[in-house]
């Protein structure tokens, strides 16, 4: 095992050391002088425009840019927002809980939903319940999110007007900041409940919008890796033995058949993230992925190089960490490359 | 494929309704995409004078004259519609073209050479595959610029590493078999080995993968245009047209509701027919 987590870690780093060179790169071809954007129409004199450019460290060569970026990233400083004027981490740190809650929260839904209608599926194979749960899948796998969150909130906002249609929650409450999860968080506010239902139900729209996707994959891999388990022979020794069926089906049955589908609900990290993008904007969700694209257009060289760099660190850690539960869980794979 | 093989595809491939009525679809929107200017009521870009936001026929206030209803300032649903078929079809197109034979190439590479120049392709795609998708995406167009075809180049930049995992997969299995070799003792060429006896045994998982790759193309072209990154605005693409309609959501919902239909059915249509194209082609499950 140790020899295994050895070798998964040394593809890491190098694929980690590439991430930083393609933040890096990218973010420097991106056409426009970040210096000149920031002043903007004001306009400023040559000295006033390279000093700035010293101070950002922008006029230096870039391979010595790269390298301070780097060695600056490694101890935990990603630099400072030529927007915002604050620590990168600091703005990541604070946007980062709202993104995590929302995934979380949408994962949760997905597991809930998918891995019961997955087994039932299995259970009454080809009946009426089985192809149009799989037809459902399907269109919920083929969504396209930023449309389904626009629907939902046509339906549940607009129309129904039973849930807020942006932010975490509303802002008359005032949530101390102690986990960074609003539905946490919210009990220790001094209006309690109603503050946990407010976090609530600005969380379940974007929740569905971005759950939708992981809940048709995990109910569609749940199905056929259920299947399979059912016509193993030991199935129909634990029925031969008397066992109840349900019995059967839940514990000998469903726990050999969580293996891929554990496998598959921790490599969504990367889906996750994607949606999050998408689901933040519609939603005015106040997490990493707006924040990203915003800093994208206002060319906040940091902010996206640093950014880019810790989210495919944590898809990065994420998959790797899956990969060692895998690993740990079915020692055959440890000898395979 | 001769008539026989194309025979027993056909079977496997009709047992599949979903697969079946995947095909139809697709066919359906090429056939839009292709006869765009002649079922178009209208031109996509012109302004009727004194229709705004008119709903759909079904609808209070709505009239045949614009089946689908019109837009804010007065361009007909329907034909824009239409056109958008002919964008999305020739996205998915070009992004699957783009990133097919990029990621065919290397991944034969990769496969058929090996050593270093595997290791270097693997890590790359590794590297690529680390990053989240829209991210690159939204990226690569901000470097190029925004257009509908630097669109595309960002979304096949995403799209490639999946091709080139396949493929190497495959020439690894492949260039084991005993008919490559047999055929490299009697002197075949690299050229000869990867193109002429490997290529053709990978392209089964390599056609799957396309199909599903339009999909995949279909919708992250747009979403780049939702974000405000693809097509630029007057342009009849599905993803620009939703961006633009968010602001009416209240006031004229049809407007949101009938681009993004059209995208889900699209990319449902491909999805389906890439799953029965994969049951058609897999050996393995014909038994």
């Known amino acids: 095992m140790i020899a295994y987590l050895l070798r998964r870690l040394a593809e890491v780093i190098p694929t980690l050391l590439g991430v930083t060179i393609i933040a890096f790169a990218l973010i420097r071809m991106i056409p426009g002088d970040p210096v000149l954007l920031l002043i903007g129409e004001r306009g400023a004199s040559p000295e006033v425009i390279a000093e700035m450019r010293a ?106 007007g039973w849930t807020p249609v942006s932010g975490r929650i509303d802002l008359a409450y005032d949530v101390p900041n102690w986990t960074g999860f609003y539905l946490i968080d919210s009990w220790k506010s001094a209006d309690g409940w109603l503050a946990f239902r407010s976090a609530l139900s600005h969380l379940v729209l974007p929740g569905i919008a971005l759950g939708t996707i992981p809940l048709a994959v995990i109910a569609r891999m749940t199905r056929s890796s259920m299947l399979e388990v059912l016509g193993e022979d030991y199935m129909r020794t634990a029925r031969a033995k008397g066992l109840a069926r349900g019995r059967v089906i839940f514990v000998h049955g469903l726990r050999n058949a969580l293996v891929p589908v554990i496998t598959v609900i921790g490599l969504m990290a990367g889906t996750i993230v994607t949606g999050a993008v998408l689901t933040e904007t519609i939603f005015s969700w106040p997490g990493i992925g707006r924040w990203l694209v915003d800093s994208v257009l206002q060319r906040d060289y940091p902010v996206i190089q640093s950014g880019i760099l810790l989210i495919s660190a944590i898809v990065i850690f994420v998959n790797f960490v899956v990969d060692l539960a895998y690993a740990w869980a079915n020692p055959r794979l440890r000898g395979a490359k | 494929m001769n008539s026989s093989a194309l025979k027993e595809f056909w079977y496997f491939f009709s047992q599949n309704r979903g697969a079946v009525v995947g095909l139809v679809l697709v066919v359906l929107f090429v056939l839009v995409a292709i006869f765009a200017p002649w079922l178009a009521p209208y031109d996509p870009a012109a302004l009727h004078d004194g229709v705004f936001s008119q709903p759909p026929f079904w609808a209070a206030g709505g009239n045949t004259t614009y089946l689908l209803g019109t837009d804010d300032v007065g361009r007909d649903v329907l034909s824009r519609l239409i056109y958008g078929a002919r964008i999305s079809m020739g996205v998915g197109f070009m992004v699957v073209v783009f990133s097919l034979s990029i990621g065919t190439l290397l991944g034969l590479l990769a496969g058929y050479a090996g050593g270093f120049i595997d290791k270097v392709i693997m890590r790359l795609t590794d590297i690529l595959m680390a990053l989240p998708s829209i991210l690159l995406a939204i990226v690569v167009v901000t470097i190029l610029g925004q257009s509908l075809t630097n669109a595309v180049i960002a979304v096949g930049v995403v799209v490639i590493p999946g091709f080139i995992r396949l493929v190497r997969a495959q020439v690894m299995i492949e260039k084991n078999r005993q008919y490559v070799v047999a055929s490299g003792s009697f002197g075949a060429g690299a050229g000869r080995q990867v193109f002429i006896n490997i290529l053709p045994n990978t392209l089964a998982p390599v056609i799957v993968q396309g199909t599903l790759g339009f999909s995949d193309g279909i919708l992250n072209v747009a979403a780049l245009g939702f974000l405000g990154l693809g097509a630029k605005p007057p342009t009849a693409e599905w993803g620009t047209m939703l961006a633009d309609a968010r602001a009416f959501i209240e006031s004229a919902p049809w407007l949101v509701t009938l681009p993004g239909l059209c995208i889900l059915i699209v990319v449902l249509a491909f999805n389906l027919l890439g799953d029965g194209l994969r049951d058609a082609l897999d050996p393995r499950l014909k038994k």
Request: proline share 6%.
């Open chain 1, 55 to 160: 101070t950002y460290g922008l006029d230096k060569p870039l391979p010595v840019q790269y390298g301070v970026f780097v060695k600056n990233a490694a101890v935990g400083d990603f630099g400072e927002s030529i927007v915002s004027h604050r620590p990168v981490h600091e703005e990541f740190s604070e946007r980062f809980p709202a993104t995590l809650e929302l995934g979380a929260f949408a994962l949760c839904l997905a597991i809930l939903f998918g891995l019961p209608l997955g087994v039932l599926a299995a259970v009454k194979r080809n009946s009426i319940f089985d192809y149009s749960l799989m037809t459902t899948s399907l269109i919920g796998y083929s969504m396209p999110i930023f449309w389904w969150g626009l629907i939902l909130i046509l339906v549940f906002s607009v129309n129904l």
